[in-house]
């Protein structure tokens, strides 16, 4: 960690509040419970770094550092900040149907790379009974899903709900998927362990990043680690196959997102199982771009994430579901898989893109006004308390939104119309207090541009004629 520059150099954006105190818009950490080191952080540069460093293959770990370097581009590098306390994995299954003829499948996916598919025709004595039926089928399995076979995990038949907890065989901090679902629908609710203090402990080894995704992708947790990020400046990746979110169930992950007024959270929901994590690849990709503001997470294609398709896993009203709770899905739209066209945003307000370009700024024209400060005295010199010293923070604001301009992030001039909508004002010298003065504080310094928008969708006409 270093000392802020805020005691320098103060910059307030009037479209947000606060601002990123990193200067770092390109490293994603990667938040997971693990006993392979001591570290609360360390640093990778490929999946196979991750297992020679002792994390499981297969393990959440493992899966989220393949889902971040799979993508194209991808981070050059990402961090791995270490849960100490280890998330108790639970959840519920619940069959949607009890119709004669229809029939409930689904995949269990371990952490130990292997996966048990499980099929059940559906009897017609109710809801209840099917999803006690279900119960008694996963228990039986003797082979089973985990190391200790069918005790890894325990199932059970309550009302509706097939009930999900660890069994006499788990193994601590242990997390499973659910995948191939077919009437069926998963909520996970792997309860908090304690992992406020966890992303404490991490930031106070090393806070030298700007997005994170947790292992786990429970309600209770992912709040956490959104409202934690929230009041840093960074961004939190929250992936989801809940099926409240696109049942659009009051109380759900998005919902509460949004209703906690997250403006930092990214809520990206897939209707597979979440060993692909959609959302650490969403994020890994959006960084690796290097481009805050000038890219959209809308249309963007994810390597390894397996699409939500029409009707067979997310109707339309369903998908509205998503975009009303400002999420962000991965579907099959017009047989292209990507991020929702309709999408991108954040959670309780802006667009991802708008969201990064913000932060650029904020983080990047304090240092680059120090800097100018720096080189005066380097060179033996110094900002003297003069009117030239709003000339410097000028071509400070300037040369950074210039270099957002290039990737398209901000608008300086209309290039149509050469309309100017850079501005830049300050204080006099003279007329500034004599506090400031006393203080060597230069106060009074405003500058304005645009934040360039995207066309996300279009409206066109036409007139036809027979020949």
Same mark, same amino acid.
């Given at each position: 960690?270093?000392? #802020?520059?805020?005691?320098?150099?103060?910059?307030?954006?009037?479209?947000?509040?606060?601002?990123?105190?990193?200067?770092?818009?390109?490293?994603?950490?990667?938040?997971?419970?693990?006993?392979?080191?001591? /570290?609360?952080?360390?640093?990778?540069?490929?999946?196979?770094? @991750?297992? *020679?460093?002792?994390?499981?293959?297969?393990?959440?770990?493992?899966?989220?550092?393949?889902?971040?370097?799979?993508?194209?581009?991808?981070?050059?590098?990402?961090?791995?900040?270490?849960?100490?306390? #280890?998330?108790?994995?639970?959840?519920?299954?619940?069959?949607?149907?009890?119709? @004669?003829?229809?029939?409930?499948?689904?995949?269990? @996916?371990?952490?130990?790379?292997?996966?048990?598919?499980?099929?059940?025709?559906?009897?017609? +004595?109710?809801?209840?009974?099917?999803?006690?039926?279900?119960?008694? &089928?996963?228990?039986? /399995?003797?082979?089973?899903?985990?190391?200790? +076979?069918?005790?890894?995990?325990?199932?059970?038949?309550?009302?509706?709900?097939?009930?999900?907890?660890?069994?006499?065989?788990?193994?601590?901090?242990?997390?499973?998927?659910?995948?191939?679902?077919?009437?069926?629908?998963? %909520?996970?609710?792997?309860?908090?362990?304690?992992?406020?203090?966890?992303?404490?402990?991490?930031?106070?080894?090393?806070?030298?990043?700007?997005?994170?995704?947790?292992?786990?992708?429970?309600?209770?947790?992912?709040?956490?680690?959104?409202?934690?990020?929230?009041?840093?400046?960074?961004?939190?990746?929250?992936? *989801?196959?809940?099926?409240?979110?696109?049942?659009?169930?009051?109380?759900?992950?998005?919902?509460?997102?949004?209703? !906690?007024?997250?403006?930092? !959270?990214? #809520?990206?929901?897939?209707?597979?199982?979440?060993?692909?994590?959609?959302?650490?690849?969403?994020?890994?990709?959006?960084?690796?771009?290097?481009?805050?503001?000038? %890219?959209?997470?809308?249309?963007?294609?994810?390597?390894?994430?397996?699409? *939500?398709?029409?009707?067979?896993?997310?109707?339309? !009203?369903?998908?509205?579901?998503?975009?009303?709770?400002?999420?962000?899905?991965?579907?099959?739209?017009?047989?292209?898989?990507?991020?929702?066209?309709?999408? +991108?945003?954040?959670?309780? $307000?802006?667009?991802?893109?708008?969201?990064?370009?913000?932060?650029?700024?904020?983080?990047?024209?304090?240092?680059?006004?120090?800097?100018?400060?720096?080189?005066?005295?380097?060179?033996?010199?110094?900002?003297?308390?003069?009117?030239?010293?709003? =000339? %410097?923070?000028?071509?400070?604001?300037?040369?950074?939104?210039?270099?957002? $301009?290039?990737?398209? !992030? @901000?608008?300086?001039?209309?290039?149509?119309?050469? $309309?100017?909508?850079?501005?830049? *004002?300050?204080?006099?010298?003279?007329?500034?207090?004599? =506090?400031?003065?006393? =203080?060597?504080?230069?106060?009074?310094?405003?500058?304005?541009?645009?934040? &360039?928008?995207?066309?996300?969708?279009?409206?066109?006409?036409?007139?036809?004629?027979?020949?």
């Amino acid at each position: 960690m270093t000392f #802020p520059l805020s005691e320098l150099v103060s910059l307030n954006l009037s479209i947000a509040a606060g601002g990123i105190r990193a200067p770092n818009l390109s490293t994603p950490l990667l938040v997971g419970y693990h006993t392979a080191w001591a /570290d609360y952080v360390r640093t990778f540069y490929s999946p196979s770094g @991750v297992i *020679s460093s002792g994390i499981a293959a297969n393990s959440p770990l493992h899966r989220m550092a393949v889902a971040a370097f799979a993508q194209s581009p991808s981070p050059r590098t990402i961090k791995i900040g270490r849960r100490a306390t #280890p998330p108790v994995h639970a959840g519920t299954l619940t069959p949607t149907t009890d119709a @004669v003829g229809q029939t409930i499948t689904l995949t269990v @996916v371990s952490p130990l790379g292997t996966s048990r598919s499980y099929s059940r025709a559906c009897a017609g +004595g109710g809801i209840p009974a099917e999803a006690t039926a279900l119960a008694v &089928l996963l228990n039986a /399995d003797v082979s089973g899903y985990g190391a200790a +076979g069918s005790t890894a995990l325990a199932f059970a038949g309550v009302g509706n709900d097939v009930t999900v907890g660890p069994g006499a065989g788990a193994v601590a901090g242990q997390l499973y998927w659910y995948t191939g679902l077919q009437n069926l629908n998963w %909520v996970d609710l792997t309860p908090d362990p304690g992992l406020a203090a966890d992303l404490t402990a991490i930031r106070g080894q090393d806070d030298d990043w700007y997005s994170a995704a947790l292992d786990s992708t429970s309600e209770a947790e992912q709040l956490i680690l959104a409202t934690q990020l929230d009041a840093q400046g960074k961004l939190s990746w929250i992936g *989801s196959q809940d099926a409240t979110i696109k049942n659009g169930t009051a109380g759900n992950l998005f919902l509460d997102l949004l209703a !906690a007024g997250r403006t930092r !959270a990214v #809520p990206v929901w897939n209707a597979h199982g979440m060993h692909e994590y959609p959302a650490v690849a969403a994020m890994a990709k959006m960084l690796a771009w290097n481009r805050p503001g000038g %890219v959209s997470l809308a249309r963007q294609k994810l390597a390894g994430v397996t699409m *939500s398709r029409y009707n067979t896993d997310l109707t339309a !009203a369903q998908l509205t579901n998503i975009r009303n709770a400002r999420g962000n899905a991965y579907i099959d739209q017009a047989g292209v898989a990507n991020v929702d066209g309709l999408a +991108g945003t954040c959670s309780a $307000e802006r667009y991802v893109d708008q969201r990064m370009a913000l932060d650029y700024l904020a983080a990047n024209i304090p240092v680059e006004l120090y800097n100018a400060m720096q080189a005066a005295t380097n060179a033996g010199t110094r900002i003297p308390y003069t009117d030239g010293a709003a =000339a %410097v923070a000028r071509a400070a604001c300037r040369k950074i939104l210039e270099s957002a $301009e290039s990737w398209g !992030a @901000v608008m300086l001039r209309d290039p149509e119309t050469g $309309e100017n909508y850079f501005n830049f *004002s300050a204080t006099p010298a003279a007329s500034q207090t004599a =506090a400031h003065k006393a =203080a060597r504080h230069f106060a009074g310094c405003e500058f304005s541009c645009k934040i &360039l928008n995207e066309v996300a969708s279009f409206d066109v006409a036409g007139t036809l004629s027979f020949v």
